[in-house]
């Protein structure tokens, strides 16, 4: 294991709903992102955190809020969704921005119906 | 922006043999270049990396080359295995400050027992 867990693994929600993934490292890291992965697509980053600041927001439309409250866990909120929203939503997180390296949570599969 | 193209996007090979996936990059700039596994149900897994200051890296069955001439990468995998079979992803940052990484699209290795 990695070290960063997830939960849900697995979420359906439908495009009224109100639904939150989380992430907890285990790691003592102090940068956490999400990622968005979608089939036949690269990795797509949506939020960068350091030292619970939001540092990057790659123009991720406002139905996804991400929250911070410490360095060891991430949330990402989401509420009124679409179905092109689907996809598998991961976790990662470093030292700090300036390392490469990266440690990925297994991921929650989102589905909006 | 960094574009990063990975090649195949498919690949089938017989255990024992080898397997080389290949990337290009577009920002010259780019100076570290890890690869990850990813596992059906798991998250990426970083496997190797490496920096523009080398030519080649090695750890056991599997070796990157980087050519920033031609700006393009491979990674190989010799005297494959089932448990091998997995996707992989190809990546290009710069590395001493925060830089998104670009990942490529992924490659589907199969090997087959």
């Known amino acids: 294991e990695t070290g960063v867990t997830q939960t849900p693994r697995h979420l359906v929600m439908g495009m009224t709903n109100k639904k939150s993934l989380k992430c907890e490292q285990h790691l003592g890291h102090n940068a956490m992102y999400w990622y968005k992965q979608s089939a036949k697509k690269p990795l797509e980053l949506m939020f960068v955190y350091n030292f619970k600041e939001q540092t990057e927001n790659n123009s991720v439309p406002s139905r996804f809020s991400p929250e911070c409250p410490n360095s060891s866990h991430l949330f990402l909120h989401l509420h009124t969704l679409q179905p092109e929203d689907s996809a598998l939503y991961l976790c990662?997180?470093?030292?700090?921005?300036?390392?490469?390296?990266?440690?990925f949570g297994p991921g929650t599969r989102l589905t909006v119906l | 922006g960094e574009n990063v193209e990975q090649h195949p996007s498919t690949l089938s090979v017989q255990e024992g043999d080898s397997a080389v996936i290949k990337c290009t990059y577009s920002d010259s700039a780019s100076n570290y270049f890890p690869w990850y596994k990813q596992e059906l149900g798991k998250g990426p897994q970083l496997i190797i990396d490496?920096?523009?200051?080398?030519g080649e890296k090695k750890d056991q069955r599997i070796a990157v080359t980087l050519n920033k001439t031609a700006k393009h990468f491979s990674l190989h995998i010799t005297e494959t295995q089932p448990e091998d079979s997995a996707v992989y992803f190809c990546?290009?940052?710069?590395?001493?400050?925060?830089?998104?990484?670009?990942f490529g699209i992924g490659t589907k290795l199969q090997v087959i027992p």
């Open positions: 490496i920096r523009s200051n080398v």
């Open positions: 990546a290009a940052s710069l590395s001493g400050g925060y830089q998104k990484v670009t």
């Open positions: 990662a997180s470093s030292q700090g921005v300036m390392d490469n390296e990266q440690f």
